[in-house]
């Protein structure tokens, strides 16, 4: 199953990365949402060693910019080791209009924006550049076992979404 890290700073970008785990996990990814109250963190673990575990393992890390991501120290950390990991992480950005993305990924891939009174109507982009983001990576590294070929069908999934619309 493809594993989605999402990060975020601020309250707003609480509220939006919250609805879009909500929103990859109903399209059968597994989304962990990375903050001390997410309901995917066991009680009594050492919830920073887990969150960072989970960032190891992701396939993709969805940072949501807002002004927020700025001043969130975790958030930038979270970013800084996804890029010097041993393997690293791919980065999607889902991005607020008039916001400025982190200098840390303003080259790693093409962002996808959200207005802010509706993030939701950029839910189906970002998942089809998440869809894109992991092809590319597959294309590049020929790591054919980074996801396995029976659970992701990234042509498939790309079809079914491009009907719905």
């Known amino acids: ?13 609480e509220r939006i ?9 109903n399209q059968g990814l597994d989304a962990f949402l990375a903050s001390p109250r997410s309901p995917d963190i066991p009680a009594g673990v050492d919830y920073k060693r887990f969150i960072d575990n989970r960032l190891l393992s992701s396939h993709l890390m969805i940072p949501v910019c807002n002004s927020g991501i700025h001043r969130s120290a975790p958030a930038l950390r ?3 080791l996804a ?3 041993p393997k690293p992480i791919p980065i999607v950005a889902f991005i607020r209009r008039r916001c400025r993305l982190p200098n840390l990924i303003k080259r790693k891939w093409e962002p996808i ?5 509706n993030p939701r109507s950029a839910y189906q982009r970002l998942l089809v550049e998440i869809y894109r983001r992991i092809d ?17 069908f990234v042509f498939g999934a790309l079809k079914k ?3 719905r619309r």
């Open 17 to 25: 990365g919250t609805d879009l785990r909500g929103f990859l996990r």
């Open 78 to 80: 979270e970013i800084r």
């Open 136 to 152: 590319y990576e597959r294309e590049k590294s020929e790591d054919l076992h980074m996801i396995e070929p029976k659970e992701f």
């Open 1 to 13: 199953m493809l594993r989605i890290f999402i990060c975020y700073g601020g309250r707003e970008g």
């Open 113 to 117: 924006r959200f207005d802010a009174a």
């Open 83 to 85: 890029i010097n990991a």
């Open 161 to 163: 979404l491009l009907r």
